[in-house]
Nanobody, 119 residues
Framework: EEQLVESGGGSVEAGGSLGLSCVAS?????MAWFRQVSGKEREGVASISTGGVTKYADSVKGRFIVSRDSAKSVTLQMNSLKPEDTATYYC?????????????????WGQGTQVTVSS
């Protein structure tokens, strides 16, 4: 069964750090992290290829770091967190081409993990 399993997340005060991990049951050349707030569209946060090519949303540049531990896993280190980073974070795989931070260009999704940043 093709699946992505996320771990990490939780609650932290503004300025703090959290880490997210995602392990896939299948290989995916490009993996990414998205986030979504209820009532809003899913927003691309960061993507990374097995070759180490990364792309970040402007809102997280300089604060978040995406990395690949293996061909089937991806992590997101989130530093200097802000209340506006509060969201459900999703791991994505099976990039079909297009924009690496566009949700519709991925075919496989994790179940999501909550990140809450208090002020």
């Amino acid at each position: 069964e093709e699946q992505l399993v996320e771990s990490g997340g939780g609650s932290v005060e503004a300025g703090g750090s959290l880490g997210l991990s995602c392990v896939a049951s299948v290989y995916s050349a490009t993996m990414a992290w998205f986030r979504q707030v209820s009532g809003k569209e899913r927003e691309g946060v960061a993507s990374i290829s097995t070759g180490g090519v990364t792309k970040y949303a402007d809102s997280v540049k300089g604060r978040f770091i995406v990395s690949r531990d293996s061909a089937k896993s991806v992590t997101l280190q989130m530093n200097s967190l802000k209340p506006e980073d509060t969201a459900t974070y999703y791991c994505a795989a099976y990039f079909v081409g297009g924009d690496r931070l566009r949700a519709t260009d991925y075919e496989l999704w994790g179940q999501g993990t909550q990140v809450t940043v208090s002020s």
